[in-house]
């Protein structure tokens, strides 16, 4: 499955438009994981705990994406983006959302460059 955040992939054109995607999780810390976040946060840096946890949160969301294409008999992905946002203290979620196209290698391309 190829995605993009552009609207287009070089190298190949669009053939058909199969309708927008979305894929979305929701996480949160555990009580370990925000005590470990809390002893980050009063030394100060990077929070690696909590970009380990969107990290995983950002892949489950791009599954989901996936599947949902997938399930439309997509084989590419155009104008992929990604949203953040907080429910409640402490829940994120992460939404990727973009349009399921069917696309294939555009002959015109010389693909020797």
């Given at each position: 499955m190829l995605l993009s955040t552009t609207h287009s992939i070089p190298g190949y054109r669009v053939t058909r438009v199969l309708g927008v995607v979305t894929g979305m999780t929701v996480r949160t810390r555990g009580m370990l994981g925000r005590f470990i976040a809390g002893i980050e946060a009063m030394v100060g840096g990077r929070a690696e705990s909590y970009i380990m946890e969107l990290k995983k949160a950002r892949e489950e969301a791009v599954r989901d994406l996936?599947?949902?294409?997938?399930?439309l008999g997509a084989?590419?992905?155009v104008g992929v983006d990604f949203e953040t946002?907080?429910?409640l203290e402490g829940f994120v979620v992460i939404t990727a959302t973009g349009t399921a196209v069917l696309v294939e290698p555009d002959q015109r391309v010389d693909r020797a460059q």
């Amino acid at each position: 499955m190829l995605l993009s955040t552009t609207h287009s992939i070089p190298g190949y054109r669009v053939t058909r438009v199969l309708g927008v995607v979305t894929g979305m999780t929701v996480r949160t810390r555990g009580m370990l994981g925000r005590f470990i976040a809390g002893i980050e946060a009063m030394v100060g840096g990077r929070a690696e705990s909590y970009i380990m946890e969107l990290k995983k949160a950002r892949e489950e969301a791009v599954r989901d994406l996936v599947a949902e294409a997938m399930r439309l008999g997509a084989n590419a992905v155009v104008g992929v983006d990604f949203e953040t946002s907080e429910v409640l203290e402490g829940f994120v979620v992460i939404t990727a959302t973009g349009t399921a196209v069917l696309v294939e290698p555009d002959q015109r391309v010389d693909r020797a460059q």
